[in-house]
């Protein structure tokens, strides 16, 4: 619990130092929605692909650092019976996060989500996590932001838990999963 508080007074901080930073015509709060694609590739076994969307926002410590949440949920290409829905969180790091023009960062953060059967309680579902490292790219106008962002992610919960991965040959170096965000938020 002290450590908690410790990183949340640690965080605070950090906010309010970068907003008593910022300059007139910043905006450090970003919210929106996007495209959210997740792609599972096993070399010679298979591929899932999930497409969806997610609600995503963004609170920037300065010009190089902000923090960005998403809540998302996609289903099977192939299935629309099976979805996964989930949540991640990533430290961006980069160059002209708040204010207008083009934009580029690296994005560190995790993944939690769950994939199952539509009918099956979110709570019965497997569940995945990890981390994941990103990079992305995009343009700030006035008072939206569109971002573009290709995340890969850690694998051993996709390789260990999905049954098509545990196909006879299949190691864990020959999985591949990858996250990729297409979103379009208010910038305030």
Same mark, same amino acid.
């Given at each position: 619990?002290?450590?908690?508080?410790?990183?949340?007074?640690?965080?605070?901080?950090?906010?309010?130092?970068?907003?008593?930073?910022?300059?007139?015509?910043?905006?450090?709060?970003?919210?929106?929605?996007?495209?959210?694609?997740?792609?599972?590739?096993?070399?010679?076994?298979?591929?899932?692909?999930?497409?969806? +969307?997610?609600? !995503?926002?963004?609170?920037?410590? %300065? &010009?190089? #650092?902000?923090?960005?949440?998403?809540? @998302?949920? =996609?289903?099977?290409?192939?299935?629309?019976?099976?979805?996964?829905? +989930?949540?991640? !969180?990533?430290?961006?790091?980069? %160059? &002209?996060? #708040?204010?207008?023009?083009f934009k580029y @960062?690296? =994005?560190?953060?995790?993944?939690?989500?769950?994939?199952?059967?539509?009918?099956?309680?979110?709570?019965?579902?497997?569940?995945?996590?990890g981390a994941q490292l990103?990079?992305?790219?995009?343009?700030?106008?006035?008072?939206?932001?569109?971002?573009?962002?290709?995340?890969?992610?850690?694998?051993?919960?996709?390789?260990?838990?999905?049954?098509?991965?545990?196909?006879?040959?299949?190691?864990?170096?020959?999985?591949?999963?990858?996250?990729?965000?297409?979103?379009?938020?208010?910038?305030?």
């Amino acid at each position: 619990m002290r450590k908690a508080a410790i990183i949340g007074l640690a965080g605070s901080l950090m906010l309010a130092s970068g907003l008593a930073q910022a300059v007139e015509g910043d905006r450090m709060f970003t919210l929106g929605g996007s495209l959210y694609w997740i792609d599972v590739d096993a070399k010679n076994v298979g591929t899932m692909d999930f497409t969806g +969307g997610a609600f !995503i926002g963004s609170a920037a410590f %300065n &010009n190089h #650092v902000a923090l960005r949440g998403s809540i @998302y949920g =996609a289903t099977w290409d192939v299935d629309d019976e099976l979805e996964v829905t +989930g949540s991640d !969180i990533q430290m961006l790091l980069g %160059n &002209n996060l #708040v204010r207008e023009g083009f934009k580029y @960062y690296v =994005a560190l953060g995790v993944f939690n989500e769950r994939i199952g059967p539509a009918s099956v309680d979110a709570d019965d579902r497997e569940e995945f996590s990890g981390a994941q490292l990103g990079v992305g790219f995009g343009y700030n106008w006035s008072h939206i932001a569109l971002d573009y962002t290709l995340n890969f992610r850690a694998v051993d919960d996709y390789a260990d838990s999905i049954g098509i991965w545990q196909a006879p040959g299949a190691q864990h170096s020959d999985v591949i999963a990858t996250s990729t965000v297409l979103a379009l938020s208010l910038r305030f």
